[in-house]
């Protein structure tokens, strides 16, 4: 079994550049404002859908103070100790259970310098590999439709997508069901 809370696995970007996938942890609060603070405007209301000039003590706690069963954080960082730097963070925060499926909404925020380098691919690759083992059925996102690259990563994960176009944003479901034993994720 997975111990979401002290996940942590090495991973290599398309680029050769080594990468740390690891989860959230509350000591993490000083690196998410440095990371948020590199963030371009359009990359923060892709994520957020509004502008935001920074994060709030609320928005903190949220993104570093979890439960690990009904909200999973991983963040990728470069560098060790006291060098070591965020540059891209996924979660899934549970958000539907019945009797026949569990749903969580998934999110990603990757750093400029280091978009196209496959982050978001291995963030939804470990977290669906976590939730997997917690019995989720299904992530679902909500997309802008100008984020194209989001939507190509969704699009190319080899996860079953279903996507409905609607309003301002794109609903995204991918199926989390796997009729093959779950593998590692590459990295």
């Known amino acids: 079994m997975i111990d979401a809370a002290n996940y942590e696995k090495p991973a290599t970007l398309k680029n050769g550049v080594a990468v740390k996938i690891r989860s959230v942890r509350p000591a993490d609060k000083s690196g998410f404002i440095e990371a948020f603070k590199k963030l371009d405007p359009d990359t923060i209301y ?3 859908f509004h502008p935001q000039k920074a994060l709030s003590d609320e928005d903190l706690k949220t993104a570093t103070e979890l439960d690990f069963e009904n909200a999973v954080a991983l963040v ?3 560098g060790e100790g006291a060098q070591e730097v965020i540059i891209g963070g996924g979660r899934f925060v549970v958000i ?3 009797s026949r499926s569990k749903a969580a909404e998934v999110a990603f925020t990757v750093e400029e310098d280091y978009q196209r380098q496959g982050i978001a691919r291995l963030l939804l ?3 669906a590999l976590i939730a997997r083992q917690k019995g ?4 679902v996102a909500e997309v802008l439709p100008e984020n194209r690259g989001m939507l190509a990563v969704f699009a190319r994960c080899g996860l079953p997508m279903q996507s409905v ?3 301002d944003a794109v609903h995204v479901t991918l199926s ?3 009729e093959d034993p779950p593998s590692s994720p590459r990295g």
């Open 46 to 48: 892709t994520r957020f």
């Open 76 to 78: 990728v960082t470069i």
């Open 96 to 98: 539907e259970e019945s």
């Open 125 to 127: 690759q470990h977290l």
């Open 136 to 139: 989720l059925t299904h992530f």
């Open 165 to 167: 176009h609607g309003g």
């Open 176 to 178: 989390l069901a796997q």
